[in-house]
């Protein structure tokens, strides 16, 4: 045995003696340790040595990345610092130098060490809670002035196992507070914490080691770049099908409900939709394969599991024991026949809209675009209608062509980006032909080029982005900057300026951070995203989210530009649209509406401890919650709207905020097609 698993094993047998030791009094049935099997190990060592390889940043785990790697699992077990101490850390100190040992050996032995006893507080901790919430009214005391810390970041671990019992009974109690807050009786609180935890507990004990292998494995990959992941063979499909827009199953969206698989929704024209048989709110209890096969109960099963069970090859049938959300008190079973589902409502659309400028009213085409998808498989067997972003947009610049529009808005808003190919072949729609993007790799800089000189579209073209427009998304904007081919109408984007391969593993794959992407100008999106020519209000808050609030994230550079021809510089038209936007913002309704909004969420965001006096909370969101109802039915009367009676009455499906930019970019893309006219910019 060498001296570092001898420290290990010494380490092992001290972790587990103090647990042990403290918490001999209680008694509860002891979940199972799990343990790392020879498969994964060989994978450890594969992604190792690949990351070392391949990986963008030419970083090499040795004693510094051990620490960044301890770190971050610690970080992605216990986020919250309420399960794990500082006596704790202490204690596995030494394996933090040494980690970068173990995973070249591929011994997870440390890994599944600290995941089992993170495990154990866990159930620990459930335990406690439903024991104390068994009789809160009388072991609670909501008179007491005392405060729960939310600010997880600055948050300091407990410094040993005597302080994490007083630590889940606060947390507890704020539990209690937010049901009191929403106006739940006693016997419902109690009932709702004794479904919550007790299912929680259950939950507990189907962890595998396949999920500590997942977890850990990704505190290793984005220890090297925040993009860099693991992916378990479910994560793997469940990525395939957001590519590709299409599964094989019965389409329908689930859920865990304490013990059940619940059926959230349906995805329409679906083989469940179109059967009729199965509907949202049903419970799923059961699964049988093909017309005749045996039922396995699914009770208390992972979702995952349950979900594997029912999808399959399209053509075979698959039986479901279900409890019909409308009669509750019996069971019944349904055959569906798999087929292919297609997930057209994340495809992109579009719709046609008027608005007026200057005395005269525009026709305009919004073509929103969720994310860059592609049927990699269907491309790759030369399919010609293979399912893809660029290939639906087409389809839509065509139907709006015959619906002679004057201006195009592409909204590429909370659009988190996808295949580098759909990138540059949107972009060619709208190009004669020239590069695209430049792309950066360990040892070369090569160049993706729009080799088509046909393009689709040639009028006033608006691309609209927010911070989360990200990757794929900021090469599309950074290229229609840069060409001057149209106008960037937003938010500073995400930043996220890296490319990323997929390597098989096993069941499962590698996705891997192998590149840097840079605009055409020689920009790079990293860190800085690709900023708007208008701006408008931020949503999002820049130092929580985008690329620069990510940890370990690369940073900033740039590389020569491309040789490229670009349009005629839109530079001479931003600042009166821009004076122009300015003007109608003072004076909208729905500009200030979200500025308060905004303010209102700031305010929030800066609080760092919740008081767990009742009386106190109560008064606290009794007068948060009257002046979010006073601005919002502020905004509605100058709507025209009648006033909500309570909070609880907004439709949870109406993005308000997301339709008062959109009205503003309209008026933005009506006034850049007058200004185009009068000024006589062509895209030919």
């Given at each position: 045995m060498t001296q570092i698993n001898k420290l290990y094993h010494r380490l092992r047998a001290v972790v587990l003696v103090a647990a042990f030791l403290y918490f001999a009094p209680v008694c509860h049935a002891q979940i199972a340790e799990l343990t790392f099997q020879d498969e994964q190990s060989q994978q450890c060592i594969a992604i190792v040595n690949a990351l070392e390889r391949d990986?963008?940043?030419?970083?090499?785990?040795?004693?510094?990345?051990?620490?960044?790697?301890?770190?971050?699992?610690?970080?992605?077990?216990?986020?919250?610092?309420?399960?794990?101490?500082?006596?704790?850390?202490?204690?596995?100190?030494?394996?933090?130098?040494?980690?970068?040992?173990y995973l070249k050996t591929g011994n997870l032995g440390p890994a599944f060490e600290i995941f089992n006893l993170y495990q154990s507080r866990s159930e620990q901790r459930f335990e406690y809670i439903l024991k104390l919430a068994r009789s809160w009214q009388t072991q609670l005391d909501f008179a007491k002035n005392e405060t729960l810390v939310i600010d997880y970041e600055h948050k300091p671990f407990i410094p040993d196992i005597s302080g994490l019992e007083p630590l889940w009974k606060k947390e507890l109690k704020n539990h209690i507070i937010n049901l009191k807050i929403n106006k739940t009786s006693d016997e419902e609180i109690s009932e709702t914490l004794e479904k919550i935890y007790s299912n929680r507990l259950a939950q507990l004990s189907q962890t595998q080691s396949r999920d500590v292998f997942h977890i850990f494995m990704n505190a290793v990959t984005?220890?090297?770049?925040?993009?860099?992941?693991?992916?378990?063979?479910?994560?793997?499909?469940?990525?395939?099908?957001?590519m590709k827009l299409?599964?094989?199953?019965?389409?329908?969206?689930?859920?865990?409900?304490?013990?059940?698989?619940?059926?959230?929704?349906?995805?329409?024209?679906?083989?469940?939709?179109?059967s009729q048989k199965l509907a949202p709110g049903d419970k799923i209890i059961g699964v049988g394969q093909g017309e005749d096969g045996e039922i396995k109960d699914t009770i208390g099963q992972r979702i995952d599991d349950v979900v594997k069970l029912i999808r399959g090859p399209k053509g075979t049938f698959v039986r479901l024991k279900i409890i019909p959300a409308r009669k509750s008190s019996v069971t019944a079973t349904i055959s569906i026949k798999r087929d292919e589902v297609k997930l057209e409502e994340q495809s992109a659309q579009k719709k046609v809209v008027d608005v007026t400028s200057k005395g005269r009213t525009y026709k305009l085409g919004i073509i929103e675009i969720p994310n860059f998808y592609i049927d990699f498989d269907a491309?790759?067997?030369?399919?010609?209608?293979?399912?893809?972003?660029?290939?639906?947009?087409?389809?839509?610049?065509?139907?709006?062509?015959?619906?002679?529009?004057d201006g195009l808005i592409v909204d590429l808003r909370d659009n988190g980006g996808g295949a580098l190919k759909e990138a540059n072949d949107l972009t060619g729609l709208f190009l004669k032909y020239g590069p695209t993007v430049q792309v950066k790799t360990k040892f070369r800089v090569s160049r993706i080029y729009d080799e088509d000189p046909k393009i689709l579209y040639t009028g006033p073209l608006v691309v609209l982005i927010n911070r989360m427009s990200a990757s794929a998304s900021e090469i599309f904007a950074g290229a229609i900057k840069d060409y001057h081919r149209g106008l960037i109408?937003?938010?500073?984007?995400?930043?996220?300026?890296?490319?990323?391969?997929?390597?098989?593993?096993?069941?499962?794959?590698?996705?891997?951070?192998?590149?840097?992407?840079?605009?055409?100008?020689?920009?790079?999106?990293q860190h800085k995203g690709v900023e708007p020519d208008i701006w408008f209000p931020q949503i999002y808050r820049t130092k929580d989210t985008g690329e620069s609030a990510l940890e370990g994230a690369l940073l900033w550079d740039h590389i020569d530009a491309t040789r490229y021809s670009a349009y005629r510089s839109l530079q001479p038209m931003i600042k009166p649209l821009d004076d122009a936007y300015k003007k109608r913002a003072e004076k909208s309704f729905g500009i200030k509406y979200l500025t308060q909004r905004i303010q209102l969420a700031e305010s929030l965001s800066e609080q760092k401890t919740l008081s767990l006096n009742l009386t106190e909370r109560l008064k606290?969101?009794?007068?948060?919650?009257?002046?979010?109802?006073?601005?919002?039915?502020?905004?509605?009367?100058?709507?025209?709207?009648?006033p909500l009676t309570t909070l609880d009455d907004i439709d949870p499906e109406k993005e308000e905020i997301k339709e008062i930019l959109t009205e503003q970019a309209k008026y933005i893309a009506a006034d850049f097609i007058t200004l185009s006219h009068k000024t006589g910019y062509k895209w030919q």
């Amino acid at each position: 045995m060498t001296q570092i698993n001898k420290l290990y094993h010494r380490l092992r047998a001290v972790v587990l003696v103090a647990a042990f030791l403290y918490f001999a009094p209680v008694c509860h049935a002891q979940i199972a340790e799990l343990t790392f099997q020879d498969e994964q190990s060989q994978q450890c060592i594969a992604i190792v040595n690949a990351l070392e390889r391949d990986n963008i940043t030419g970083k090499k785990l040795d004693g510094n990345m051990s620490v960044l790697v301890f770190d971050r699992y610690i970080k992605s077990l216990d986020p919250g610092r309420h399960l794990l101490t500082q006596t704790d850390l202490n204690d596995f100190q030494p394996l933090k130098q040494l980690m970068y040992k173990y995973l070249k050996t591929g011994n997870l032995g440390p890994a599944f060490e600290i995941f089992n006893l993170y495990q154990s507080r866990s159930e620990q901790r459930f335990e406690y809670i439903l024991k104390l919430a068994r009789s809160w009214q009388t072991q609670l005391d909501f008179a007491k002035n005392e405060t729960l810390v939310i600010d997880y970041e600055h948050k300091p671990f407990i410094p040993d196992i005597s302080g994490l019992e007083p630590l889940w009974k606060k947390e507890l109690k704020n539990h209690i507070i937010n049901l009191k807050i929403n106006k739940t009786s006693d016997e419902e609180i109690s009932e709702t914490l004794e479904k919550i935890y007790s299912n929680r507990l259950a939950q507990l004990s189907q962890t595998q080691s396949r999920d500590v292998f997942h977890i850990f494995m990704n505190a290793v990959t984005m220890s090297f770049d925040p993009h860099s992941q693991y992916f378990a063979p479910r994560v793997s499909e469940d990525f395939d099908i957001h590519m590709k827009l299409s599964l094989e199953g019965i389409g329908a969206v689930l859920q865990n409900e304490y013990e059940y698989t619940k059926v959230v929704r349906l995805i329409p024209k679906g083989p469940a939709d179109k059967s009729q048989k199965l509907a949202p709110g049903d419970k799923i209890i059961g699964v049988g394969q093909g017309e005749d096969g045996e039922i396995k109960d699914t009770i208390g099963q992972r979702i995952d599991d349950v979900v594997k069970l029912i999808r399959g090859p399209k053509g075979t049938f698959v039986r479901l024991k279900i409890i019909p959300a409308r009669k509750s008190s019996v069971t019944a079973t349904i055959s569906i026949k798999r087929d292919e589902v297609k997930l057209e409502e994340q495809s992109a659309q579009k719709k046609v809209v008027d608005v007026t400028s200057k005395g005269r009213t525009y026709k305009l085409g919004i073509i929103e675009i969720p994310n860059f998808y592609i049927d990699f498989d269907a491309f790759h067997r030369g399919e010609p209608d293979y399912k893809s972003t660029t290939g639906d947009v087409i389809k839509l610049l065509e139907q709006l062509k015959t619906e002679n529009i004057d201006g195009l808005i592409v909204d590429l808003r909370d659009n988190g980006g996808g295949a580098l190919k759909e990138a540059n072949d949107l972009t060619g729609l709208f190009l004669k032909y020239g590069p695209t993007v430049q792309v950066k790799t360990k040892f070369r800089v090569s160049r993706i080029y729009d080799e088509d000189p046909k393009i689709l579209y040639t009028g006033p073209l608006v691309v609209l982005i927010n911070r989360m427009s990200a990757s794929a998304s900021e090469i599309f904007a950074g290229a229609i900057k840069d060409y001057h081919r149209g106008l960037i109408v937003g938010t500073q984007s995400f930043g996220k300026g890296t490319v990323q391969e997929l390597k098989p593993l096993g069941d499962g794959r590698l996705k891997m951070t192998s590149a840097k992407f840079y605009r055409i100008s020689g920009k790079s999106t990293q860190h800085k995203g690709v900023e708007p020519d208008i701006w408008f209000p931020q949503i999002y808050r820049t130092k929580d989210t985008g690329e620069s609030a990510l940890e370990g994230a690369l940073l900033w550079d740039h590389i020569d530009a491309t040789r490229y021809s670009a349009y005629r510089s839109l530079q001479p038209m931003i600042k009166p649209l821009d004076d122009a936007y300015k003007k109608r913002a003072e004076k909208s309704f729905g500009i200030k509406y979200l500025t308060q909004r905004i303010q209102l969420a700031e305010s929030l965001s800066e609080q760092k401890t919740l008081s767990l006096n009742l009386t106190e909370r109560l008064k606290t969101d009794t007068a948060f919650n009257k002046e979010e109802l006073a601005l919002e039915n502020n905004y509605r009367k100058q709507k025209g709207e009648k006033p909500l009676t309570t909070l609880d009455d907004i439709d949870p499906e109406k993005e308000e905020i997301k339709e008062i930019l959109t009205e503003q970019a309209k008026y933005i893309a009506a006034d850049f097609i007058t200004l185009s006219h009068k000024t006589g910019y062509k895209w030919q």
